[in-house]
């Protein structure tokens, strides 16, 4: 027996918050709950009734409240006895997804094999009912309304694969047995990747409905990685540069490669080679990590603190790029301190970053994009900082679990060069951005 009115639903969520109705079982305290309000209505009514055409308002108010009690009472008493062989109770079958072979993560067009197990405690009639394999993706962002000087949070979802493993058939189902439903999908080759970000996501997941005609319908899901395969990227023997040039001095980012998995080390080198001597305040090293969405007003926000507890963000908004980013600092090291570089030296600071071991890596999406960037910032007293910035790409081909560091990062280090004015010369195509293509962050 289902009884599908929320009112009932609000009901039986209030009387789990009693102490002595919240340690029932869940037919028992779902009888009960269901038994005394259908006691009660009605007994009410008719008290109230009887009592008004006898005694007026005083005999409505004594009645109504005397045929309610008694409602309760012997409404509540018959629930908590036939209750469990009529609703459900939430340990009367429990559904579970299981795979036969590797757990994953999977590559596009990987072949995913599992079952659905049910093991019933109590004899019941499944109708049937289906498993899908969904991928869906969400976006979340933030806009500034006509009336608000606020932003107010938006958010939607995209559903990009449904797939159905066939039906599964009715059947009675025993008391204290199990059984599998097999199913089997093949991933599409143009599958897109697992993304856990803040502001675009997407998601694998196999789900799995069974339909009762004595309990709600009963509900799996399990969740599988897809992965992102590396791109193809030149190789250069001499590895990858990026090159800014100032009035003051020219910055040189270097490092071996750009491909990295979550959990890697980031191994890189910053070259200054001043034109004059200045002074700076800091020099530090940041990986970055920007979310973009095309949806909202052309902003950017530089996310400053996460709450971990609430999920709130503190960030600067600031207008600029297209749709809504987000710009995450995911790792940090300071280069060095107050100092002053001489125009007659050229300093070298050799550095390491960790990726962080998460499931966020390099997406150009249908509805959104991920980025990673590598940069220098420079903070100079009373005059703008200069920056470079190098992108990085971040695949999960071979990615580290999470919470689990590759290497223990060595301490920076810095080379000092006595080395004579720069003579301006301009790097090869390869060793940066080009001047169109560089980040304004």
């Not at 340990?91 to 094999?113: N, Y």
């Not at 990590?289 to 999920?311: C, T």
Request: glycine share 10%; charged share 20%; proline share 8%.
């Amino acid at each position: 027996m289902i009884v599908p009115w929320r009112w009932l639903d609000a009901a039986l969520a209030a009387s789990e918050r009693l102490p002595a109705v919240a340690r029932l079982k869940g037919g028992v305290r779902r009888g009960l709950v269901i038994g005394a309000l259908w006691g009660g209505l009605p007994l009410l009514l008719i008290g109230a009734i009887l009592g008004g055409l006898n005694r007026g308002l005083p005999g409505a108010l004594i009645g109504g409240l005397s045929g309610a009690a008694g409602g309760l009472a012997v409404g509540g008493l018959l629930g908590a006895l036939f209750g469990p062989n009529y609703f459900y109770h939430s340990d009367s079958a429990v559904v579970t997804i299981r795979l036969d072979g590797p757990e994953g993560p999977f590559r596009a067009g990987d072949v995913v094999r599992g079952h659905v197990l049910v093991a019933a405690h109590r004899t019941m009639s499944l109708d049937g009912g289906d498993i899908h394999l969904i991928c869906r993706g969400s976006r979340a962002w933030d806009e500034l309304l006509f009336d608000s000087d606020q932003p107010q949070l938006a958010s939607d979802t995209i559903p990009y694969l449904v797939v159905q493993a066939g039906s599964l058939p009715s059947r009675t189902v025993g008391r204290d047995t199990a059984f599998r439903y097999p199913f089997e999908f093949t991933l599409p080759a143009d599958a897109l990747p697992t993304q856990h970000g803040n502001v675009y996501a997407i998601d694998w997941n196999i789900h799995a409905r069974l339909g009762t005609t004595q309990m709600p319908r009963l509900e799996a899901q399990r969740e599988i990685m897809v992965m992102a395969a590396p791109p193809l990227v030149p190789f250069y023997t001499g590895g990858y540069r990026a090159m800014v040039s100032s009035d003051v001095c020219q910055m040189i980012l270097s490092m071996d490669k750009i491909l990295y998995t979550p959990g890697d080390a980031l191994y890189a080198s910053l070259r200054v080679v001043p034109r004059q001597s200045f002074a700076i305040d800091e020099l530090r090293a940041v990986l970055l990590r920007i979310e973009n969405v095309p949806v909202g007003d052309d902003h950017i926000v530089y996310v400053v603190l996460v709450d971990s507890d609430s999920g709130l963000i503190r960030g600067e908004r600031r207008p600029g790029g297209q749709g809504t980013s987000y710009v995450w600092l995911e790792s940090e090291v300071d280069l060095t301190d107050r100092q002053v570089i001489r125009a007659s030296e050229a300093l070298t600071y050799e550095f390491c970053l960790d990726v962080p071991a998460t499931w966020r890596p390099t997406l150009d999406g249908p509805d959104g994009q991920v980025l990673w960037k590598l940069g220098v910032l420079i903070a100079r007293p009373e005059q703008d900082s200069l920056r470079i910035f190098h992108e990085v790409i971040v695949h999960t081909s071979a990615a580290v679990p999470q919470g689990v560091s590759a290497v223990e990062p060595p301490p920076v280090r810095m080379r000092r060069v006595t080395a004579p004015p720069s003579s301006g010369r301009r790097p090869a195509a390869h060793d940066g951005f080009r001047p169109e293509q560089r980040p304004a962050f």
